[in-house]
């Protein structure tokens, strides 16, 4: 019966975490902007890290992802 | 000139190995990003000096002169200039001069000059010039110049000791110089006088120049020949391809053992739960049929990236410039549309280097159709499914089909670029103006580093947003669970059943069942996300045995060969990349662009499809 | 050997392998000024590596030390002899 419960929660961790991943990775800055501040009011502890988060993102950026090749 | 930090700015001539003298002397410490508010690459790196300084050098884009014809140019002129707002004006220029093609880079050396910014010239390539000759008074050219003269080897390890030196020894020095307040751009006449004055100062340095062997230049006349140099690009290309699928069998064998051998381990050792389920049929399942796939995709760029490396790929450009040309498309749009087969996305970024506008949205345009290595697994599945391993003529059959796929991608974007020249009307100038560099033997460290480079990208792809996504499907396939007392499969009551369902009204006249339908959404994420999607599906919706069966098989037996055949036409043309759809609203500065490449694309698959599922089974193949 | 009067001879009209010096470019634009940048100053000497079938359209060239492939717009701006 503990295993079940183990489990589970391990399961849901990794769903909820993968989901998160995939919104990230697939969406825009200005939804990656959005869903920052949802989690912000939702999740007091982490609002430090969030901040940063969002300073680091209206910042110019650029492409990391993948390199052009461009001579 | 702080003494804290010092800024550089390394310019010349594209092809002079600018990059990899960069390379060397920043090592890892780079950064790439985007200039602000254009798609220019913008790559600055550090180095620490043995004496203790910190430079910060910007690796800015080649340009023949300071007068720019593209975008790329233009940010390098005004880098220079200090006119960028967001970019303060270098301390120091460095002038990388190709030394197997010293007068352009002279040319190039004496416009700068007139900036009045502290210069160093480099000498690059030496070691290349040498054995054919190449010698000059490196004492006296300074002089002429009125700046110093470093040589280097950008290859070689250590090959840029001589400039990193120098950076110490100028900046203890206080420079006379001060920046030129009433530069302005220079005239016909100024040119040709910059011309007339390397031809000069190369004169006064008893510059020998590099000798270029009669075979080489024969080479090239066969090369470059109208009829012998196609027929050797038609065979070159012929052979890549079927090079990729027959040497790739045996080492995507074994990583197809290793996989089957994981996910049976896991099972038997674990406890039944969602949790093993997840493992299993989810994760290794999922991401093992995607990576099977890497070793077609390491030999592929192997081949790209030689033919890159050889100096062949503008020779190509050339050869295929008419042809270009009657569908609206620059030669110069070869090598991104190259570059798109292996993906879209360097691709599309590349075409910053097509002056005209239209021609470079044209070529942004089709250059997804270009069949990107993310379809080969799902061409390499459905190949394996339905056609058989035979040979036809001396040729093997799997390879011939997946050659008429790459054809039909290519035959699409010709198509698809025609139609937009018909829309177009108007008459503007193609610049093509492509330089040939001289031909060099692939150098295997530059090959191997690209190759790693390559691998690293795939497996992290298939890491990261591949393995997210085959948790989520995996999720999605399996809740809700059945109720008690259901007959159907239990992934037919889940969410992504029924979402497959809800599709597959939509996709049935083209032969698509609900799995296919259920696998296309993940699918768009990523293309080769589709082949896990569908190895997650088929483990779910079967028994025991049908789970340890290779996917091929379990779909050669359900599917019919119309649909197996249509799947591959949607794929030839269905944008199932949403990475590449944000990368031209990047590139285009506007959501017009995207969005009508994502309705034209899926418009074209489903008419491919629909014709490819009623001729098949009009046939009574299926 | 054709007009030299009217019609000057351009760089389309070489024949495979043969030489011959720029005796300007014509006009003032932007790919006039490339093309004298990239090395096609009168008084350079020029040699025709290769050319394209039909009708000359690209070319490729050898100038300076370096090949370059002209599309016949271009190549026909600049005035030989």
Known sequence: ?71 | MSAAESRIALIGLPNCGKTALFNRVTGSRQKVANYPGVTVERKEGYHRSASGRRYRLLDLPGTYSLTPTTLDEAITRDVALGRLASEPRPDTIVLVADATHLPLSLRLALEVKRLGLPMIVVLNMTDLARKRGYSIDRERLSKELGAPVVETIAVARGGADALIRYLDELSSETTTLTPNSEWREPSAEDVQQTHIEATRILAACGYREPARSDFMTSVDRFLLHPFFGLLVLGVLLFFVFQAVFSWASLPMDLIDAGVAALGEWVRGSMPDGPLRSLLADGIIAGVGSVIVFLPQIIILFAFILALEDSGYLPRAAYLLDRVMGSVGLSGRAFIPLLSSFACAIPGIMATRTIPSVRDRLATIMVAPLMTCSARLPVYALLIAAFIPDRDLGGFNLQGLVLFALYFAGVAGALLVAWTLKKFRGGNDTHLLMLELPDYQWPRLGNLAYGLWERARLFLGRAGGIILALMVVLWFLSTYPAPPVGATGAPIEYSFAGQLGRALAVVLAPIGFNWQISVALIPGLAAREVAVGALGTVYALSGDETAVSTALSSVIASQWSLATGLALLAWYVFAPQCLATLAVVKRETNSWRYPLIMTVYLFGLAYLAAFATYRLALWFSVG | MGDVGQTPRTLSGLKAGESAVVERVDADDLLARRLLEIGFYPGAKVELVASMWPADDPVAIRVGGATFALRRQEAERVKIR
């Open chain 1, 1 to 71: 019966m503990h295993h079940d419960v183990w489990q589970q929660l391990i399961v849901a961790l990794l769903v909820i975490g993968s989901s998160v991943y995939v919104f990230w990775t697939v969406s825009g800055l200005s939804w990656r902007l959005r869903f920052i501040s949802a989690a912000h009011r939702t999740l007091p502890p982490l609002r430090g890290r969030l901040d940063r988060l969002r300073h680091r993102l209206e910042s110019p950026a650029g492409c990391s992802a993948c390199r052009s090749g461009s001579k």
